[in-house]
């Protein structure tokens, strides 16, 4: 997790600023999608600009799978029923939000959005990202 910050936070914050530079709904949530971004379901991998680590679509297109289990934060009280039933689960955490993510509905197309999915969740605005070691030269 801590990576997947690292690689998101600097550059995709101040270009979602400047515009859209990620798949998200656009238009009247959930009627009509103007698809104004050139995309009205999952986009190719290299629709928009690469961040400054090459790293396409860190936010929007599709909910990321990451390996870290799913947990409510702050760990207060009324947290620990909804923890404990992720943790039965096996909940799985996501991060970066989809191409059906708007801001009147979930607003998740931003560096904080988390939402969990169990293992065997299947829908198409979920996805992973393969990470290698860089080639040594």
Not at 74 to 90: E, G, T, W
Request: charged fraction near 25%; proline fraction near 5%; hydrophobic fraction near 35%.
């Amino acid at each position: 997790l801590r990576h997947w910050r690292y690689s998101f936070r600097s550059w995709h914050l101040r270009k979602l600023r400047e515009e859209t530079q990620c798949n998200i709904w656009q238009g009247d949530f959930p009627r009509n999608n103007t698809g104004q971004d050139g995309h009205f379901g999952t986009a190719p991998a290299e629709s928009f600009e690469a961040n400054p680590f090459g790293l396409y679509n860190m936010s929007g297109n599709v909910w990321e799978w990451c390996a870290d289990a799913f947990r409510v934060r702050p760990l207060k009280q009324d947290a620990k029923m909804p923890n404990a039933a992720s943790a039965a689960r096996q909940d799985k955490l996501l991060k970066g939000g989809s191409h059906l993510c708007h801001k009147s509905y979930c607003y998740r197309y931003r560096i904080a959005a988390r939402t969990a999915a169990t293992p065997d969740s299947s829908t198409g605005h979920i996805g992973f990202r393969v990470v290698l070691p860089a080639l040594s030269r």
